[in-house]
Nanobody, 119 residues
Framework: QVQLVESGGGLVQAGGSLRLSCAVS????????MGWYRQAPGKQRELVAS???????LYADSVKGRFVISRDNAKTAVYLQMNSLKPEDTAVYYC?????????????WGQGTQVTVSS
Protein backbone atom coordinates (compact mmCIF):
# COMPACT_ATOMS: atom_id res chain seq x y z
CA GLN A 1 0.00 0.00 0.00
CA VAL A 2 1.13 3.50 -0.85
CA GLN A 3 -0.15 6.73 0.68
CA LEU A 4 0.01 10.03 -1.18
CA VAL A 5 -0.63 13.47 0.30
CA GLU A 6 -0.62 16.55 -1.92
CA SER A 7 -0.06 20.16 -0.91
CA GLY A 8 0.63 23.50 -2.54
CA GLY A 9 -2.52 24.25 -4.46
CA GLY A 10 -4.30 27.58 -4.32
CA LEU A 11 -5.46 30.64 -6.20
CA VAL A 12 -3.07 32.47 -8.50
CA GLN A 13 -3.35 35.04 -11.26
CA ALA A 14 -2.65 34.15 -14.85
CA GLY A 15 1.09 34.24 -15.50
CA GLY A 16 1.90 33.27 -11.94
CA SER A 17 3.54 30.17 -10.52
CA LEU A 18 2.70 27.43 -8.04
CA ARG A 19 4.64 24.43 -6.77
CA LEU A 20 2.76 21.27 -5.87
CA SER A 21 4.26 18.70 -3.55
CA CYS A 22 3.30 15.11 -2.93
CA ALA A 23 4.57 13.13 0.05
CA VAL A 24 4.79 9.42 -0.72
CA SER A 25 4.84 6.81 2.04
CA UNK A 26 4.24 3.10 2.46
CA UNK A 27 5.49 0.17 0.48
CA UNK A 28 7.17 1.23 -2.75
CA UNK A 29 8.66 -2.05 -3.84
CA UNK A 30 8.43 -1.80 -7.61
CA UNK A 31 7.52 1.65 -8.77
CA UNK A 32 6.64 2.01 -12.43
CA UNK A 33 6.14 5.78 -12.40
CA MET A 34 5.21 8.79 -10.29
CA GLY A 35 3.29 11.68 -11.67
CA TRP A 36 0.55 14.27 -11.68
CA TYR A 37 -2.90 14.22 -13.25
CA ARG A 38 -5.62 16.86 -13.27
CA GLN A 39 -9.35 16.99 -13.65
CA ALA A 40 -11.27 20.11 -14.58
CA PRO A 41 -15.04 20.39 -14.01
CA GLY A 42 -16.95 18.38 -16.58
CA LYS A 43 -13.79 16.85 -18.03
CA GLN A 44 -11.99 13.55 -17.71
CA ARG A 45 -8.88 13.18 -15.60
CA GLU A 46 -5.80 13.71 -17.75
CA LEU A 47 -2.07 13.15 -17.40
CA VAL A 48 -0.07 16.30 -16.73
CA ALA A 49 3.43 14.90 -16.21
CA SER A 50 5.05 11.61 -15.25
CA UNK A 51 8.48 10.37 -14.22
CA UNK A 52 9.07 6.68 -14.93
CA UNK A 53 11.36 4.55 -12.78
CA UNK A 54 13.72 4.69 -15.72
CA UNK A 55 13.37 6.51 -18.98
CA UNK A 56 12.17 9.84 -20.21
CA UNK A 57 9.91 12.23 -18.33
CA LEU A 58 6.55 12.68 -20.04
CA TYR A 59 4.54 15.91 -20.29
CA ALA A 60 1.15 16.74 -21.74
CA ASP A 61 1.51 18.98 -24.79
CA SER A 62 -0.50 21.69 -23.07
CA VAL A 63 2.08 22.10 -20.28
CA LYS A 64 5.37 21.52 -22.09
CA GLY A 65 7.79 24.35 -21.48
CA ARG A 66 5.76 25.65 -18.51
CA PHE A 67 5.63 22.79 -15.99
CA VAL A 68 8.51 20.76 -14.55
CA ILE A 69 8.12 17.50 -12.66
CA SER A 70 10.78 16.24 -10.28
CA ARG A 71 11.19 13.76 -7.44
CA ASP A 72 13.69 12.98 -4.73
CA ASN A 73 16.06 10.04 -5.13
CA ALA A 74 14.40 8.07 -2.36
CA LYS A 75 11.05 8.35 -4.13
CA THR A 76 9.45 9.83 -1.03
CA ALA A 77 8.26 12.99 -2.76
CA VAL A 78 7.27 14.21 -6.18
CA TYR A 79 6.90 17.84 -7.18
CA LEU A 80 5.27 19.85 -9.93
CA GLN A 81 6.59 23.34 -10.61
CA MET A 82 3.97 25.21 -12.60
CA ASN A 83 4.98 28.45 -14.31
CA SER A 84 3.18 30.82 -16.67
CA LEU A 85 -0.13 29.50 -15.43
CA LYS A 86 -3.22 29.95 -17.58
CA PRO A 87 -6.92 29.93 -16.64
CA GLU A 88 -7.24 26.64 -18.52
CA ASP A 89 -4.85 25.07 -16.00
CA THR A 90 -7.60 25.39 -13.38
CA ALA A 91 -8.37 21.91 -12.07
CA VAL A 92 -7.99 19.53 -9.17
CA TYR A 93 -4.48 18.09 -9.36
CA TYR A 94 -3.88 14.53 -8.23
CA CYS A 95 -0.60 12.84 -7.37
CA UNK A 96 -0.26 9.32 -8.78
CA UNK A 97 2.02 6.38 -8.10
CA UNK A 98 1.98 3.26 -10.27
CA UNK A 99 3.74 0.14 -9.09
CA UNK A 100 3.82 -3.57 -9.69
CA UNK A 101 1.82 -5.64 -7.22
CA UNK A 102 1.27 -9.36 -7.72
CA UNK A 103 2.64 -8.96 -11.27
CA UNK A 104 0.01 -6.37 -12.13
CA UNK A 105 0.24 -2.57 -12.22
CA UNK A 106 -1.62 -0.83 -9.41
CA UNK A 107 -2.52 2.86 -9.22
CA UNK A 108 -2.48 4.91 -6.05
CA TRP A 109 -3.93 8.42 -5.82
CA GLY A 110 -3.76 11.35 -3.48
CA GLN A 111 -6.85 13.22 -2.34
CA GLY A 112 -6.27 16.05 -4.81
CA THR A 113 -5.43 19.71 -4.45
CA GLN A 114 -7.32 22.56 -6.12
CA VAL A 115 -5.47 24.92 -8.43
CA THR A 116 -7.40 27.96 -9.60
CA VAL A 117 -5.93 30.42 -12.10
CA SER A 118 -7.78 33.72 -12.47
CA SER A 119 -7.66 35.76 -15.64
Amino acid sequence: QVQLVESGGGLVQAGGSLRLSCAVSGSKASIISMGWYRQAPGKQRELVASIPASGTTLYADSVKGRFVISRDNAKTAVYLQMNSLKPEDTAVYYCNCKQWENRRPSDYWGQGTQVTVSS
